[in-house]
């Protein structure tokens, strides 16, 4: 097979896990479609895959930003689409794995940025005042008043396009020949999921590598937009108790993944698979059927 496999889904659902297994069976090489992933230190609280769990699997794009810098979803569209090339031009299947919605789409669709758009510079406003201009142009919009860069990219999008993001019908041009493969599982079941995976995140360690990063001065937009490093900077500046923040970032999580189901069904045309969490081999047997018959 020489083609692209891409992997969706909500977190926790895994998506790591299935990518592995695909790359083993046809020869692949993963990139990363993660938007926290890209960034070095940033381990535990994103859910980034071990050495052990790659399997001498070979992964791009992960672990190669400072946390201190920004990277913007053009940057990302760049380097992800070398990384394609590089990959095929090997003989190698493309495997393309992570719940960004916007990274994914970036990289397979005809999305074009404009020359003067690429970097909008927001930093003399505060982030009330652009998402009172985010409300002007989106009243409906769905975005957190607290998420900064998710604001500032609706805003680009807006000044690209003339109209609001929660407009955009995702009904783009694919530019590559791709599969995409999504897995889902029942809501219930999969937020428990996501609530303890939030739980074990602590007992690996996820409040040293935050403690970390606060103390060495990391100040970047990333710790104050990722969950999991935002509510633990509250916490370290005294805002909230330990316990409010593991309670929000269990929240935080599970609306996340709510998300992420909204906008991969609106935005591409995805290939669902019912996730056995007790049998996930069951599952991963489904998908290789589905790429045989096709």
């Not at 381990?43 to 980034?48: H, L, R, S």
Request: net charge neutral; aromatic share 12%.
């Amino acid at each position: 097979m020489n083609k692209i496999i891409v992997i969706v889904g909500p977190t926790g659902v895994g998506k790591t896990k299935l990518s592995i297994e695909l790359a083993k069976k046809y020869d692949g090489e993963i990139i990363n479609a993660d938007s926290t992933q890209v960034y070095k230190d940033l381990n535990i609280g994103t859910a980034k895959v071990t050495e052990e769990e790659k399997e001498g699997i070979k992964h791009h794009l992960l672990s190669f930003i400072s946390p201190n810098d920004l990277y913007t979803v053009y940057d990302y569209q760049i380097d992800g689409r070398k990384a394609i090339d590089d990959i095929l031009k090997r003989n190698k299947t493309v495997i393309i794995v992570g719940g960004s919605g916007l990274y994914v789409k970036v990289l397979l669709y005809d999305y074009n940025f404009k020359e003067e758009d690429k970097r909008i510079s927001y930093e003399m406003y505060t982030i009330e005042d652009l998402y009172n201009k985010l409300k002007e142009i989106d009243p409906n919009t769905d975005i957190s008043k607290n998420n900064r860069q998710r604001i500032e990219r609706a805003l680009t999008f807006y000044s690209e396009n003339g109209f609001p993001i929660s407009m955009k019908d995702g009904r783009d041009k694919l530019l590559y020949d791709c599969k995409i493969i999504g897995l889902t599982a029942d809501r219930d079941k999969l937020y428990n999921r996501i609530r303890r995976k939030t739980e074990i995140m602590f007992e690996n360690g996820l409040l040293k590598e935050v403690k970390e990063l606060y103390d060495n001065g990391i100040n970047g937009q990333i710790v104050h937009t990722a969950i999991g490093y935002k509510e633990l900077y509250d916490y370290f500046d005294k805002k909230i108790s330990l316990e409010e923040a593991i309670s929000i970032i269990k929240s935080n999580s599970t609306s996340y993944a709510k998300r992420q189901f909204t906008w991969f069904n609106n935005q591409m045309n995805v290939k669902w698979f019912n996730v056995d969490f007790d049998n996930f081999d069951k599952t991963i047997e489904s998908v290789k059927e589905y790429l045989k018959e096709e």
